[in-house]
């Protein structure tokens, strides 16, 4: 799959009144439809883990159908208190295809925009929009405090959007 590479600046909490930045590379590219997918090229990885201690694990990532073509996420933000209590930024990807968000994380959809982490222990959530009726999708999610220090994937959630309630009109005659 090409994409466009382009370069995003993160604005990183310190736990102080000043922030870092960083600049990342990102490959953007089309994915299933109108959402946009970012991607990673090979100066940035957010699997390969640093020496730094790793953000903590989302372990209750949760779905709700909201019509035929949204799902709503909801997780417990995670949080260290040597990165202001709060994560720096979440990944979340998703598949139609089961247990694929787990083992084949890089090639799964991308969900953009995302919130910004709250503080540990709050509730976030974002809504899917733009999904397939009555189709299953599978969710994943990891945090990251800096640019190489992600969490683990967390538990997969599915959840499938509601059927269309339009009827196909037949054609005229």
């Given at each position: 799959m090409n994409g466009a590479l382009k370069y995003i600046n993160l604005h990183l909490p310190t736990g102080s009144k000043e922030s870092r930045i960083i600049t990342l590379p990102v490959l953007v590219f089309a994915c299933m439809g109108p959402i946009v997918g970012i991607g990673c090229d090979d100066k940035f990885k957010p699997d390969t883990p640093d020496t730094a201690t790793?953000?903590?694990?989302?372990?209750?990532?949760?779905?709700?159908?909201?019509?035929?073509?949204?799902?709503?996420?909801?997780?417990?933000?995670?949080?260290?208190?040597?990165?202001?209590?709060?994560?720096?930024?979440?990944?979340?990807?998703?598949s139609s295809t089961e247990m694929a968000v787990s083992d084949t994380w890089n090639s799964c959809c991308i969900i953009r925009p995302l919130p910004l982490p709250s503080p540990a222990n709050s509730t976030d959530s974002v809504v899917v929009e733009g999904l397939v009726p009555d189709t299953r999708y599978y969710f994943g999610l990891k945090s990251s405090y800096d640019t190489a220090n992600w969490s683990g994937v967390s538990n997969v959630t599915s959840c499938a959007t509601e059927p269309s309630d339009l009827t196909p009109t037949p054609p005229a005659q």
């Open positions: 790793n953000t903590a694990t989302v372990n209750d990532l949760r779905s709700q159908a909201l019509s035929d073509s949204a799902i709503m996420l909801k997780w417990t933000a995670p949080g260290d208190e040597a990165y202001g209590d709060r994560a720096a930024i979440y990944d979340i990807r998703y």
